[in-house]
Structure formats: C-alpha cells, structure tokens
C-alpha cells in the first residue's frame, strides 16, 4: 500500500526491529465433526515448520476421524491424539501413527481462541501431532512452561462457540489404559456414548481473511516492501469502509502467490479473494484509498463464488 511514504517506511524498519507476532492471513483449515463445524486459520509465516506439521496430518488423514480425547474445562480441549478405527468388530480407538518430533517455535501467546502444539512434559522439542485449542487466556501458565506452548493458528469466524460447545459436553472415561479419562462425548440415544468425531478437514488458501471484524493479508507495498497488515472495518453503511492497524504492519520477505497488490498510482488495492466465514469466500476484491493521513479504504467491487 502507498499510504505515505515516509510513515511507512518507518513502520517497515520499526517493525523489523521489534518483529511482534501478529495475526496473519494465512491456508485456513475448516473441521466438519458430528457436533458441528469450525475453522483454524493456520500462522505459516510465523510458524512454518509447526504448520507444516499439521499439514502433513491432514494430508495423511491422521486426523480423518479422530476425536477429541480431553478436555479441561476454562482451559483446553485436546486433539490430534486417537482416531476411530473401523474394523468387522465394530468401532475402536487406536492412537494417531506419529511422525518425527518437531522443533518448538515459541512466538505467540496462549491467549484465548488461539491453537497450539502439546508436548511432552521437559522436552520443547517433542511435538508430534497433538494439539488443542485455549479456552482462556492461558498465557501466563503456558507461555512460560517447557520452552513455551506454540501457537500456531487460531479459531475463525463463530467458531468459539462450538470449540466452547464440545468443551461444555459431559466427560467419560472411555479407556484409562491409554489416559483417556476425560473425554467429551454424545449419548446418541441415551445407552450409546460417542466422542466428538472429526469427519473431514478442508483446506482453503486464499489470500485473506476476514473475522472479528478485521481483514488480515499479505499485500507488495511497492517501494516500501512486502508487509502482512490489517485493516479494521470502521464503517458498513452506507460505505463499507477500512481502515489501517498500523501496529499490525510486519514485514516478510516473498509475496505468497495469491497475495493482494497495491497501485501507488491509482491509490487501489487488490486482494484475489478473501475468506468471510466458514463456507464463503469472495474473490477480485478492490478497494480504494479515500484517506492518506488514516489510512483508510472503501470497497469499491467484489466477487462472490460460493
């Protein structure tokens, strides 16, 4: 984005300096399950090697119905662990096949909504496929425990109130062999006890995100360089209207490949399609600059697809 010149290159080398770790748009992965549908937007530029993990997870269907194996009421829900396993006998848990551990990438804090590597107690280095997501801030215990939990994405859209949904099922010891004491399960009919059962894992990769109210993604600023934003919605009618965050601003070094662009010339800015919620995705989106000194932009046109 143009913006001003001056300002943002002192943005830009500010933030080179201090390097927070921001929300950024990033592959967004929507979980279907038996109780209901939510998604994770994945942290790629921040923790590449944690999302590549969980790529090759999904890839491998390791995760294809697996369960929610734990849950701690107003602090975690746990998955990643065991899967149903269909077989002439009928159902049974077995645990996820694992691949290498990986190495911990400690940048973002434990807040809530956020989704993080669990590992094992003493070694940071020990995160294999295990993972949950914080159901309160839980910064102060575990960003300081064992290296520091990694987050590596975080719950989109309205989907805090099912991850809070499976959190608020009852707990039943399903095998305590294999330290599944504290599992959260459906009766069915009321003799039948299931766990919450994650049916598929759809990847999305566009080039933002919207959610809460903020539009996050990677943009070429021209002269001042590669940068992941935010824009914050200010105004919805009668024009829909962003403005900068300017603490958002961080610097990366490549342009993803579906990344926005912004014209200096024609004060416009270009982002090829932006995800608004769990099954909508809006393409060709353009917005112009309307104001320097705050950095705000209307929507001028978009595409919807699905």
């Known amino acids: ?22 929300i950024q748009a990033n592959s967004v992965a929507c979980f279907n399950t038996n109780t209901g549908n939510f998604c994770i937007e994945l942290f790629e530029t921040q923790t590449p090697i944690t999302t590549a993990n969980f790529h090759d997870y999904i890839n491998n269907e390791a995760f294809t119905n697996g369960i929610f194996h734990r849950s701690e009421p107003d602090f ?24 290498p551990p990986i190495v911990n990438e400690f940048k973002i804090s434990n807040i809530r909504g956020t989704v993080a590597m669990a590992k094992v107690s003493g070694n940071p280095d020990s995160a294999t496929s295990q993972w949950f997501v914080n159901l ?5 215990n575990l960003d300081n425990q064992n290296g520091g939990f990694t ?12 991850i809070d949904a499976i959190s ?13 004491t504290a599992v959260p399960t459906i009766s069915t009919d009321g003799t039948q006890i ?17 959610s809460d109210n903020t539009l996050s993604f990677a943009v070429d600023a021209g002269s001042v360089g590669i940068l992941d934003v935010s824009l914050r919605l200010i105004e919805d009618s009668p024009n829909i209207v962003f403005e900068l965050n300017p603490s958002s601003v961080t610097p990366i070094l490549l342009l993803p490949e579906n990344g926005a662009t912004y014209s200096p010339l024609e004060g416009t800015l270009t982002i090829p399609s932006v995800m608004i919620d769990s099954t909508t995705i809006v393409t060709n989106v353009l917005m112009k600059l309307t104001d320097a000194s705050s950095f705000q932009f209307k929507l001028i046109s978009m595409e919807q697809v699905n």
């Open 1 to 22: 984005m143009h913006f001003t010149q001056p300002y943002l290159r002192t943005v830009f080398f500010a933030s080179l300096l201090s390097l927070s770790p921001l």
């Open 76 to 99: 975690v829900i746990q998955a990643g662990g065991f899967k149903v396993i269909n077989n002439t006998e009928g159902n049974s848990l077995a645990p996820v096949e694992t691949l």
């Open 136 to 140: 309160a801030d839980n910064s102060a």
């Open 151 to 162: 987050v590596f994405g975080r719950v989109l859209f309205d989907g805090m109130n099912m």
């Open 168 to 180: 608020n099922l009852p707990l039943t010891n399903l095998d305590s062999n294999q330290g599944l």
């Open 194 to 210: 299931v766990p919450v059962v994650i049916s598929a894992i759809d990847i999305s990769n566009t080039s933002g995100v919207f």
